[in-house]
């Protein structure tokens, strides 16, 4: 496969690899890079609802996100396998979001997707996406089909994986990326899987071995992320695996959309309902904060580094009540 393409490296990504290469540095200024990259507040935007296209639609409303028009549209959705959500992302969520991009101006929109265990091709045969794909005018690209030139190598200073990681090209030069990912638990040593945890479907499968023989899979989960960034997260939570997982587990109705900009502060949020609606020992028993995905995303400066940073913003009085409690349960780290 070849090297990273130095032509793709932007502002955003020198900042991340800077923070890489100043953790072995501390002197440096580690800490004041990050408090820049990071001291800013962000909105979540909370919408209680037991409808997808409602809940797409209102959260798009309460969120200022990056405009989208003129803009070409790489979305990545979570299709593990072809199971019912949350086991992968509801084919009535991807329609509506596909929807809410036209709308907004989007030139183009393509769903691109590497799944697993299952061969892609079947999970997307089975969902019924070739068809959708039909019916709504987008492409799709299958991250299993691509060849070795489509592969962008990263290996930054600091990171655990033996040779660093390689990720699909379409994803990273993107003109525009947008993630949606499910509520849950992950059973398999991720202990959950939302935003930050999507960027697995973005690599080839022969680094699963690697991923899930490490006892630093956690850690390496949020480094995959170096290497893309999303300008929308939506995350659906009509449905959640409160134990178990990806593909199967213990269901819980949450009855919640989700959407920001920071993968962090979406995945503290997910956390904080999953606390709420009662997980296992995993994410019960652990401050968020101090879980090993986000922990770890933080020290390179993805996102939010603190509860205090996440602002939820909500359009009615249920969603208002419910925000009060979500944002208790982020208060306590």
């Known amino acids: 496969m070849n090297k990273r393409n130095t032509s793709i490296l932007n502002r955003r990504e020198f900042i991340k690899g800077s ?37 797409i639609r209102e959260v798009l409303k309460l969120l200022d996100f990056p405009s989208v028009n003129g803009k070409k549209v790489m979305l990545k959705p979570n299709f593990n396998t072809a199971g019912p959500a949350p086991a992968s992302t509801h084919n009535d969520t991807l329609s509506q979001l596909i929807h809410e991009m036209r709308e907004q101006g989007a030139a183009k929109i393509t769903v691109g997707e590497r799944s697993g265990p299952p061969p892609t091709k079947s999970v997307l045969e089975d969902k019924g996406i070739f068809q959708l794909a039909q019916e709504l005018n987008f492409e799709i690209i299958n991250y299993e089909e691509l060849t070795e030139k489509d592969w962008v190598h990263f290996n930054p200073p600091g990171n655990h994986w033996k040779e660093g990681f390689y990720l699909a090209r379409p994803g990273v030069e993107a003109d525009y990326f947008v993630s949606t990912c499910c509520l849950k638990t992950h059973g398999y040593g991720g202990v959950f899987t939302m935003s930050i945890k999507l960027a697995v479907g973005l690599t080839p499968k022969k680094l699963m071995r690697e991923l899930h023989n490490s006892p630093d899979m956690r850690k390496m989960i949020a480094e995959l992320n170096l290497g893309y960034k999303p300008q929308l997260i939506v995350l659906d939570g009509i449905e959640a695996f409160v134990d178990g997982g990806p593909s199967r587990g213990t269901k819980k109705e949450a009855n919640i959309f989700l959407a920001g900009i920071d993968r962090i502060a979406v995945d503290a949020v997910g956390i904080a309902v999953l606390k709420d609606l009662g997980s296992n020992e995993a994410i019960m028993g652990r401050k968020i904060f101090e879980q090993e995905q986000i922990k770890r995303a933080v020290e390179l400066g993805l996102g939010v580094s603190k509860p205090e940073q996440i602002e939820l913003v909500t359009p009615d009085k249920p969603s208002q009540e419910y925000a009060k409690k979500v944002k208790s349960i982020l208060a306590q780290g």
């Open 19 to 55: 923070l890489l290469s100043l953790a072995c540095f501390p002197k440096l200024g580690l800490a004041s890079l990050i408090e820049k990259e990071q001291g800013k507040k962000v909105n979540i935007a909370l919408f209680k609802t037991q409808d997808r296209k409602e809940g």
